[in-house]
């Protein structure tokens, strides 16, 4: 469980951003849109890094090219 810990710290941070620059916007909905969006990329990246898929795209064992 050592990874539960960042995951929820961030997320929590995440919030906590989000509803701040809500506030400071004057819509707080607006801003927790925001951090759920910015969380939501961070956390594809995260699982993608944890899951071992940090080849890239060019894989030469794969044959993937663009």
Known sequence: MPRLVPRLLITAALLVVGVVI???FE?????????GIIWFGWF???ESRRGGHD???NDEDHGIEL
């Open 22 to 24: 809500g506030l400071i």
């Open 27 to 35: 819509n707080v909905w607006l801003g927790v849109l925001l951090a």
């Open 44 to 46: 594809l990246g995260f």
């Open 55 to 57: 080849e890239g795209v």
